[in-house]
């Protein structure tokens, strides 16, 4: 992906990011920050497809809540609105699937999928806000060292998975295994 830019110091709010025209490009805002983002590269979109493919189907039949990898407009903050590229909405307490991203309050997990001009973002702000959020896990995967960055809303410091990355949200009775090496490989190709 290209550089998530700042573009100036005026404090932009969600209202502020959707007054914006449909351009192609990613819009976030964290804290008043704005984030502009260009569209993925293939081998960004390639390794959370590979995600979602591993991940949707265990999330789905153990009922642990909704998985997405498209643009959402998330606002777990009034002031603040991010679109993750992958996320994991718990189930609602009525059984009922969301309707509107308005009704997204929480997410179980949040994937960003770093690029070496957003590493800065997905590694700071970003992932200040999901811990201040209370996002159950917050992975950053860095395709460059083929690792997972794992942070929990307490952590000081990330787990770096390599190998296997384990999960096991809230209500899950086993847990979800990733095999990074396998996916690694298969999303850059060799």
């Known amino acids: 992906m290209g550089m998530p830019a700042a573009t100036d110091s005026r404090y932009w709010t969600p209202e502020d990011v959707w007054a914006l025209p ?97 590493a800065r973002y997905d590694r700071g702000l970003k992932r200040r806000y999901y811990q201040r959020a209370l996002v159950e896990e917050y992975w950053i995967v860095d395709l460059e060292a083929r690792l997972v960055e794992r942070w929990r809303p307490d952590d000081d410091r990330p787990e770096i998975l390599s190998q296997t990355l384990t999960w096991q949200p809230s209500g899950a009775d086993e847990p979800l295994v990733v095999d990074l090496v396998a996916l690694f490989r298969g999303a850059l190709g060799d």
Not at 63 to 87: K, N, T
Not at 91 to 101: L, M, T
């Open 22 to 118: 449909d351009d192609g490009n990613r819009y976030e805002c964290i804290d008043g920050v704005l984030l502009v983002t260009p569209a993925a590269v293939n081998v960004h979109q390639r390794v959370i497809e590979q995600l979602f493919l591993q991940l949707a189907p265990q999330v789905h039949s153990r009922a642990l809540g909704e998985m997405r990898c498209l643009a959402a407009d998330i606002r777990l903050h009034p002031g603040s609105l991010v679109q993750p590229d992958l996320f994991v909405i718990p189930p609602a307490g009525d059984g009922r699937p969301v309707r509107d991203w308005s009704e997204v309050t929480a997410l179980r997990l949040a994937v960003e999928v770093l690029s070496p001009s957003t």
